[in-house]
């Protein structure tokens, strides 16, 4: 399913989702700044987004800069705005994006990476909607609601001196992590559906069905790249898929899995549930009785389902895409 209404763009019906749903709903509606902490492509422009349309700006411009995208040197007037004759090239003025999202959301994205000579004029603009543009003394009152997003420890940063401490206690105001999509494992299905009608629909593909072997496969996987990876590996699938069932390369998942677990020590806890999900496997998903998981396993049948329930463990379902 798709999440609420105005959330359209966030795929998923996970616990994890849900509770960042729950906290755009209760900050959506005021002028606080919001910080959106999460790993790289993980979805924090959508929630955003999500913010910005749920809240009483929604009829107005929503305007994203991404301060990691942009040398140094031209964040300034990139953000701000230049006067004619500011620097050389500057043959006429123009407006920034805090201009162009007046009465609006300004999304700053990776805010880290804003030089910190730069931080004290943007807590300027969230204590005193106010700034100049670059070459300009005439100073200009603004009406935006601001938005960040980071995937950095801005606490060390502050530590390391390359933070300000005020504008990141303005900032965080109120404070949502995005997990990542390993933490979210039961989105997978999901996210897989949306992105295959999306791509086949592109490329006039008719892919009709997705082997459970795959879902699980997908499931499995710990998705370094998060939802962008994914997103890719599906328009990779539809290019290969000649028929009506998903033809997925799992081979490149499995060797990029095998290289990072050469690598890595498991703890007890993924020892444990990859231990629960092989027995389910072998018991072909079958719980209780003789033959079942929990018999091979040693547990109650309760006891086993306790446990899946809190290892985000779900049988793999045959997916079947809508035309």
Not at 296 to 301: H, N, P, T, Y
Request: with cysteine; proline share 4%.
């Amino acid at each position: 399913m798709l999440t609420e209404t105005n959330c359209k763009e966030l795929v998923g019906d996970s616990a994890a989702l849900r509770s960042v749903l729950r906290q755009v709903k209760i900050v959506a509606f005021t002028e606080s700044t919001v910080l959106i902490y999460g790993e790289t492509k993980t979805g924090k422009e959508l929630v955003a987004r999500a913010l910005h349309n749920l809240g009483p700006r929604r009829s107005n411009s929503f305007v994203k800069l991404n301060c990691a995208a942009i040398p140094s040197g031209l964040l300034e007037s990139e953000l701000f705005g230049y006067e004619r004759g500011a620097f050389t090239g500057a043959i006429m003025h123009e407006a920034g994006r805090l201009e162009s999202a007046d009465r609006g959301t300004l999304f700053l994205d990776e805010i880290g990476d804003i030089p910190v000579e730069l931080q004290l004029k943007l807590l300027r603009v969230l204590q005193e909607r106010e700034f100049e543009r670059l070459g300009s003394t005439r100073t200009q009152k603004i009406d935006v609601r601001l938005v960040a997003a980071t995937h950095r420890n801005l606490e060390r940063m502050i530590a390391e001196k390359q933070f300000r401490s005020d504008l990141y206690y303005r900032l965080s105001v109120f404070p949502i992590e995005v997990p990542p999509l390993r933490e979210r494992t039961e989105d997978v299905p999901l996210l897989v559906h949306h992105f295959i009608q999306q791509f086949a629909q592109l490329m006039h593909r008719a892919i009709e069905t997705i082997p459970n072997e795959t879902i699980e496969a997908l499931q499995k996987y710990s998705w370094p790249g998060n939802i962008r990876e994914l997103q890719n590996l599906m328009e990779r699938a539809v290019l290969l898929s000649s028929g009506s069932v998903l033809e997925v390369p799992l081979r490149h998942l499995h060797a990029r899995t095998s290289r990072e677990d050469r690598g890595k020590i498991q703890t007890l806890v993924e020892v444990e549930r990859e231990h629960i999900q092989a027995a389910l496997r072998e018991a072909d998903w079958v719980i209780s009785g003789p033959n079942g998981a929990a018999a091979q396993l040693g547990l109650k049948r309760s006891t086993l389902q306790y446990r899946m329930k809190k290892f985000g463990i779900v049988r793999p379902q045959l997916m079947l895409v809508e035309p």
